[in-house]
């Protein structure tokens, strides 16, 4: 079921993101915690941020790479580059994508998820998404990888729910792999 999660602000959702970041999903929530445990009492913000050495948020295990994208983050929420939850809500998602891209470590991907899991939007197609990718190879029955190109003229059709196709692909690349798991060890590929 696609539900959004609810979003206490865009902040916090986007410094998860960032620290999630190539990691397993274990190892970046350890580490996300142990950031905002550096923060006690709410005071995980912006400003805090901001004031905290660098070396406070290593501590914690973050990249160096991951902590200057915190710190710009953090700044650009405070001048207003990264809007409010408020102010997010009534903009249209081209312009959110092109706000939050400028944040460093903030990338096309990252604002699709955003946009879909956390804002709820219906009409978000992350055509660069690896699973979305596969899941269409598989549902139409293709050899290779389909092209970005391929999948947006497709999902012309889709509109204006490309993020409900957007979890069915995903779906689909779940119980593919499912069924892989239930084949004898002789008929697995």
Do not use: N
Not at 13 to 35: C, M
Not at 153 to 179: I, Q, T
Request: charged share 25%; net charge positive; proline share 6%.
């Amino acid at each position: 079921m696609l539900t959004p999660e609810k979003l206490r602000s865009p902040f916090h959702a986007l410094a998860r993101a960032i620290v999630y970041q190539q990691l397993s999903g274990k190892a970046a929530e350890t580490i996300f915690g142990r950031v905002e445990a550096i923060f006690p009492r709410g005071g995980f913000k912006p400003e805090a941020v901001v004031a905290t050495a660098d070396e406070t948020l290593r501590t914690a295990g973050m990249s160096r790479a991951k902590v200057a994208a915190l710190k710009d983050l953090a700044a650009k929420t405070l001048d207003r580059t990264v809007p409010g939850l408020a102010r997010l809500k009534r903009m249209e998602d081209a312009e959110i994508l092109a706000r939050l891209v400028q944040v460093r470590g903030i990338g096309t991907w990252t604002v699709e998820m955003l946009l879909i899991f956390r804002l709820g939007r219906p009409d978000v197609l992350p055509v660069t998404d690896l699973g979305v990718r596969r899941g269409f190879m598989l549902t139409y029955g293709h050899e290779e990888l389909p092209g970005p190109a391929s999948i947006i003229e497709h999902a012309e059709r889709w509109r204006p729910y490309r993020s409900v196709a957007s979890w069915y692909l995903w779906r689909a690349v779940d119980l593919e792999r499912k069924s892989r798991q239930l084949l004898p060890a002789a008929d697995k590929p």
